[in-house]
Nanobody, 112 residues
């Protein structure tokens, strides 16, 4: 499976962005798909995850309520809706399948 992340960009504080992660190469109905983020000098941080088969969702406690993960089976795509963005959300965001296959990063920059 290959993963392609997109949707990053520059947004003002309080704004919203939706990231997409599209899979190709094979179906991944048994995977858990996750979003992670990383800033320079820091470890990669868990953001959210979703069970592809059952749709169970998991969130970082610090982000729950502002971020929502979802999936579209027909499009082989997982989304991360990010609302009420803060400057500290600025990071490179990655999606992953079972934390074994990773996408390229997509930059999210939140200006104050």
């Amino acid at each position: 499976v290959q993963l392609q992340a997109s949707g990053g960009g520059l947004v003002q504080a309080g704004g919203s962005l939706r990231l997409s992660c599209t899979a190709s190469g094979r179906t991944f109905s048994t995977y858990t798909m996750g979003w992670f983020r990383q800033t320079p000098g820091k470890e990669r941080e868990f953001v959210a995850a979703i069970s592809w088969a059952y749709g169970n969702t998991f969130y970082s406690d610090s982000l729950k309520g502002r971020f929502t993960i979802s999936r579209d089976n027909a499009k082989n795509t997982v989304y991360l809706q990010m609302n009420s963005l803060k400057p500290e959300d600025t990071a490179v965001y990655y999606c992953a399948a079972d934390q074994k296959v990773w996408s390229q990063g997509t930059q999210v920059t939140v200006s104050s």
